[in-house]
């Protein structure tokens, strides 16, 4: 299964209320491993890729926020199909979301507009002075130059994770090395990625054939970079179109050719 990360959206809506949070505190302090959240972008070639989240929420979670959860996991079924996307219900806890692109500008249009849009007609509350949360932000940004049968695509994902500190910080005061959000970012692509480590944010992902997956770390800036190669089939396409054309035109002079002695041989002997 592909491996997925959270956006603003996902936690600001409902960390933002007074009662979560107090539950999520509670929590961090008698579960552990409470929401997994993978998100993982599979690139088949140029034009046509998925992109794919699993979420698993702890069942001890949901009894205590079993309501809270229930109405998260619907707005992600919403916010898919609104981008011709799909939901399947593994258990009321466990979801997986597809949603599938054509191309990089897209795939940066529909991940950015999933994870990033607020409700604009319900305004949430106001998290209390005391509180270290603060809003979750982050953006992806997905390029690509086409070399007629190749094209050259240049990822980049920044997401800020420090307004979960608080969460970590009391996580290690249990002296446990178990989180209760773990958060993941993986890519697949045919013939494999590059990262590049370009500021101190940069994370190094761990390689799974094909696959390279980034552990998120809560409390922090995590950058993601990437470059990787993929096989124009568009530029593929008509070039296999041209061969075929050249070679109809071939076979039909080289026919043509081998007719004219055969007709002047018929012709003498008659």
């Known amino acids: 299964m592909q491996n997925l990360l959270p956006q603003k959206n996902i936690f600001n809506n409902y960390l933002q209320k007074p009662i979560l949070l107090i539950i999520i505190i509670i929590a961090t302090f008698t579960l552990s491993g409470c929401v997994k959240y993978d998100l993982g972008i599979n690139f088949n070639h140029t034009n046509n890729g998925e992109l794919v989240q699993h979420i698993q929420i702890s069942e001890n979670l949901t009894s205590f926020s079993g309501n809270y959860v229930s109405e998260w996991l619907k707005s992600l079924e919403r916010r898919a199909k609104k981008l011709q996307g799909s939901t399947e219900r593994i258990s009321s806890t466990d979801i997986i979301v597809k949603i599938p692109f054509t191309n990089s500008r897209e795939l940066q249009t529909k991940f950015n507009s999933f994870f990033n849009k ?153």
Do not use: C, M
């Open 118 to 270: 607020y409700n604009q007609d319900k305004k949430t509350e106001n998290l209390e002075k005391d509180t270290e949360l603060k809003q979750i932000s982050a953006n992806l940004i997905a390029t690509d130059n086409n070399f007629i049968f190749l094209s050259r695509h240049h990822l980049t994902y920044d997401i800020d994770l420090r307004s979960l500190a608080a969460l970590t910080s009391k996580e290690n005061n249990l002296n446990t090395d178990q989180s209760i959000l773990n958060l993941d970012f993986s890519l697949q692509t045919p013939w494999g990625i590059r990262n590049i480590q370009k500021t101190e944010n940069s994370i190094q992902p761990e390689k799974n054939g094909k696959q390279q997956i980034w552990k998120l770390k809560p409390g922090q800036l995590n950058h993601i970079e990437v470059v990787f190669w993929l096989p124009n089939l568009l530029g593929i396409g008509t070039l296999i179109i041209v061969l075929i054309v050249f070679l109809g035109v071939y076979l039909k002079g080289y026919l043509g050719k081998a007719k004219i002695p055969n007709i002047q041989a018929t012709t003498a002997n008659n």
